[in-house]
């Protein structure tokens, strides 16, 4: 089985100041894909970036970043230049590459930008 | 496209009444998936189809909760009879063949109180 965890419930950053969210998850697939996904209070589910496992580099859009270290199992999620519309709650999810396309999603964290 | 439709918005509804979720998934998207999401549990997957079929429903906690989808662009969740417990936001969610590519299209939601 799957399991995604992330560690930190809420945190908090200043407007313009660099967040980093964590995300570990567990599996014996050597094949499969991760995803940031961002819920703000409107609570619609917006897809923020996505990573393939067999791709060593680290995916990027625009503000938004990861740390993927395959060994590790760890998939972190950095938010530079944090802004207020940032403010959600964030979801790490996991897919098999193989085997249906069910993710698994951590409990999620919630960020508040400061102004 | 529109993206995922869900209806109603918000529910509200006595203990005991049966309560109906209804969703329109994106045209073409092949995979349909109904989320319960609480502050207790996160996001739980209830259960989900391919092409119009139930793969993985052991997510449904009891047997008052019922899923359908008669046809690739309409399902239900339905709640029989309902209790407070079941209060909760239920999600919506959809994909197409290259779910890894562009993950899960979510809804906007039903958050369903029973009183």
């Known amino acids: 089985a799957q399991t995604v965890t992330q560690s930190q419930p809420e945190m908090s950053v200043q407007e313009a100041e660099t967040v980093t969210l964590s995300c570990t998850y567990d599996t014996s697939e050597s094949n499969y894909y991760l995803f940031w996904y961002k819920q703000p209070p409107s609570r619609q589910m917006i897809l923020v970036i996505r990573?393939?496992?067999?791709?060593?580099q680290n995916a990027t859009e625009n503000r938004f970043s990861v740390n993927f270290q395959k060994a590790a199992k760890s998939f972190s999620l950095k938010i530079s230049d944090s802004q207020l519309g940032d403010t959600a709650m964030y979801f790490c999810a996991f897919m098999k590459h193989a085997g249906g396309n069910q993710f698994y999603f951590g409990t999620g964290t919630s960020l508040t930008v400061i102004p | 496209d529109a993206g995922v439709i869900q209806s109603p918005r918000h529910e509200v509804t006595e203990m005991g009444q049966e309560v109906t979720l209804r969703c329109k998934p994106i045209s073409g998207h092949n995979s349909l998936f109904w989320y319960r999401q609480t502050m207790m549990r996160g996001l739980e997957l209830l259960i989900y189809?391919?092409?119009?079929?139930?793969?993985?429903d052991s997510g449904m906690p009891e047997d008052r909760f019922s899923a359908k989808m008669p046809n690739a662009s309409f399902s239900t969740l339905k709640i029989q009879p309902s209790e407070p417990r079941d209060s909760a936001v239920y999600f919506c969610a959809s994909s197409g063949v290259q779910t890894s590519n562009y993950g899960y299209t979510f809804g906007s939601g039903t958050r369903l109180t029973v009183v």
């Open positions: 189809f391919n092409n119009n079929v139930p793969i993985d």
């Open positions: 990573q393939e496992a067999y791709k060593q």
